[in-house]
């Protein structure tokens, strides 16, 4: 029985009481800072994720929530801080190298191959993967299974993002990073895509998700990113700042 924490530590108490370190965050970023030429992006940045946790990035345009995801990614690196994996810095070459197959990543770029079926282009990362099976399953519960021989570009943009949707389904990996996903998805998408993250959280998977539009993600960490640039003062500002008094 947990009877409390005591700093680092979780008291169990019993006959013989002992002291248990609590777990690891699987992610963590310890006062993390980013600049993109030569501009700060994200300053002091301090978030921790567990198994089954999702954490949602919010803030205006150009505020960093997708800079925040590549960071996670390990497409940029920070500036100051570290974001630690099983408590081991991403960056090192060795543990990218596993951090990385970790990964599954929906951007606005989908990275959909128009020349290929709708069900190819799952197949090609589920190969890639050394995977199978999970194509079609995924298709049908994204509700593009009657288009699987379709070429990929006959889609409308809200199926492109379904079958990205789908994809992260198949290939099945652990962490979810997720940019803008209900972009350009009809209501039953936005229901299908907060069903499959509450799903994918149950197996202990992690989501980290910029967005703009509401999602509904049970028990998620909100970081709002502050606006990069102050709005200009306008003229009503100064009037009722009283500078003109
Ligand atoms: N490749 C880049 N090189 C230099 N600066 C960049 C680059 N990409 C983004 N930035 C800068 O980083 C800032 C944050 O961009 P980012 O795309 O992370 O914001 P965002 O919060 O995702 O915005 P939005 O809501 O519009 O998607 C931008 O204002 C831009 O100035």
Redesign the pocket.
């Known amino acids: 029985m947990i009877c409390g924490r005591v700093d680092r530590y979780i008291v169990l108490c019993d006959k013989s009481p002992r002291l248990t370190r609590p777990p690891i965050p699987r992610i963590l970023l310890n006062n993390v800072s980013c600049m ?2 030569a ?1 700060q ?1 994200l300053r002091h940045v301090n978030v921790s994720v567990h198994d089954g946790g999702a954490l949602v990035l919010t ?10 995801l ?1 960071m996670l990614a390990g497409f940029s690196r920070p500036s100051a801080g570290e974001i630690l994996w099983n408590g081991h810095d991403i960056t090192q070459s060795g543990i990218f190298h596993q951090y990385k197959l970790q990964l599954g990543w929906v951007s606005l770029k989908d990275a959909i191959k128009d020349k290929f079926t709708v069900l190819e282009n799952i197949q090609w990362f589920e190969v890639l993967e050394g995977k199978q099976g999970r194509s079609i399953p995924a298709l049908e519960l994204m509700g593009l299974a009657r288009l699987a021989k379709e070429k990929a570009r006959m889609l409308s943009m809200g199926q492109r993002k379904r079958l990205q949707l789908a994809r992260l389904l198949a290939i099945d990996r652990p962490i979810w990073l997720l ?2 996903p209900s972009v350009a998805l009809d209501d039953e998408g936005v229901k299908l895509l907060e069903f499959i993250i509450a799903e994918h959280r149950k197996k202990g998977g992690i989501v980290l998700v ?1 967005t ?1 539009l509401p999602l509904q993600i049970e028990d998620a960490m909100y970081l709002r ?1 502050p606006p ?1 640039f102050p709005r200009r003062m306008t003229l009503v500002d100064m009037l009722d700042r009283g500078d003109w008094a």
């Open positions: 993109r030429n501009q992006i803030g205006a345009n150009g505020s960093g929530k997708t800079t925040f590549r940019d803008e910029a703009h990113l990069r």
